[in-house]
């Protein structure tokens, strides 16, 4: 049995003191390297549960350890850092920075992780050698592409930019938040093939969030939130 | 640093809007700085209205009252004092040289300066510039006149002009003497000061208009002609005022107590500069009001700036939600606004006082010509470096506020953005 990257326990969230749970989890593991389908429809604690593993937020009861670090013991600022070293993060829409380059948005999560930095570095002759060697992975490798304004990329292109700053540095995590609505269909595909692709090379294991069921087989494995999301299904008998 | 790279690239991308931004704080910055910069000027200027004169000795009075009618031509004398008492103080061994000035006539409304060829010698104005005859000769016939700029260019006159001296400040008929008409000997150059506004005799044609007068009026049945004036003596028995130099400046305070003691006619001594920064004080009050009125400019250029600021930060919240899905901490965030906020105040100061040079030197020979104040164009002067220092202050004290803004929305939002 492989390691476990992410282990929650018994963990309970609700926005303030007082307010309804909104998520009620008494376990979910996900084992390193796995590629994991969470079907969350939208209302099933979905975005609560990718703050919660990401460090954003902090459970008010439980445990959510990622890579055997208990989040809930961290500081804020050592969450950001945590984030920041440890975990790629893909957007529906709207990835980029709309005043940096191509390359530089794919570059940006150097400059707020030492370790990923080093990472890309080991990969790669430098941080532009290994951004681009990404967009290639990606079929992003036209020259030309990368000096044009990311406003001028079409949406798929402006995701696979998205995943190839996601993956810019090996986080061992890799959480995708509806990235692929935004595509048409037979784009949706594709894009998840090279998304695997990539994580299997650098063995990172991928969150995939998605209210699309139809994404589901193409997947190691699938979670319904709404089935172990306790107070989901408070909510829906109420 | 990478976060001010952020800013500047975010900056460069909003350009239009960041360059009126910009522009606005450096306008605000180059009124603040000029305004400051003339006001010093000026004052300068002012206190060196009168420079390279130790005291001003004249009757007994204020010396705000013998400053205003003895070198600003503004209002009379109380009294004059007599050509003795100014030879005494002459022969103080202190003093230096003494140059008289007698007041009392005008011509179309314009002071009629008596006074000797050492007045062009030892006149000094705006740090320690000389009197310069622009065209013609300094006085050398007993009715030679010598008329400032001002004189010249608004009445029209030309060297060899004749001109009548009227008695009093008041230009009216009977009390004209027309009897004995001056001419134009020599115009001075432009100085700024009330010198522009004289018209010059000499100390003995003053006497000399005045010998067939008694009590500001011509003496029935006496008519002495100009050409018979001329074989009387023309020493004065009284003059208005006295410009005094000193040997040494140390001997200031001595002198004028001396002059203060004179037994024999109760007179003042006053220092120029003192009697010109107290009047200032007085006068001083407009050129506050306008270091106010800019003051204000700039607090609306750094609202402006607040505002684009923090109109910008809804837009992008999603922007900061990105930065935080890569690992930007709150803090970066606020380092981000706080950045442009720092780089929109000092691009503004720095455009301001570019700006503000350029004026100078187009300015600086229109300026001089058309008022006579000459501004120099020098490095900024400490205090110069302090008000600049105060707006990229209150610039950054501003930028706070939407950093501190775009901090809490960053906090709240985290990863997803609720709008």
Redo the contacts between chains.
Sequence with gaps: MRPLIIDVKDLEFRWQPGAPTVLSIDAFQVSAGECLFIKGPSGSGK?TL??LL?G??TAVAGSVRVMDQALEGLG??QR??F???HIG?I?QM???????SVV?NVM??C???TRRRANALRRGDGLEAEARRLLHHLDMDHADLHRRAVTTLSVGQQQRVAAA?ALMGAPELLIADEPTSSLDADRRESFIRLLFDECRGAGTTLIFVSHDASLEPLFDRSIDLAEINRAARVAEAA | M??FS?AW??L???RFTALLTVLSIALSVTLLVGVERLRTEARASFANTLSGTDLIVGARSGPVQLLLYSVFRIGDATNNFSWQSYRDIAAMPKVAWTVPISLGDSHRGFRVLGTTPGYFEHYRYARDRQLVIAEGQPFADLYDAVLGAEVAEKLGYRIGDPIVVAHGASDVSFARHDDKPFKVIGILARTGTPVDRTVHVSLEAIEAIHVDWQSGAPIRGLSISAEQARAMDLTPKAITAALVGLKSKIATFHVQRAVNDYAEEPLSAILPGVALSQLWDLIGIAENALLIVSVFVVVVGLIGMLTALLMSLNERR??M????????????VFALIMGEAGVLTLLGALFGVGLLYLLLLVGQPIVESRFGLFIEIGVLSAHEWKLLATVVGAGFLVGVIPSYRAYRLSLAD???VRV
């Design positions: 975005s990718l703050s990401s954003v937020t804020s600022v950001d850092h984030r920041a070293d993060y957007f709207f990835n980029l920075i709309p005043y940096l530089e940006l999560p400059q707020f992780s700053r | 990478a976060i952020l690239k975010s460069i991308n909003r999603r922007e939600a990105i930065l935080r899905s890569v690992g930007a901490r709150p803090g970066h985290g990863l997803s």
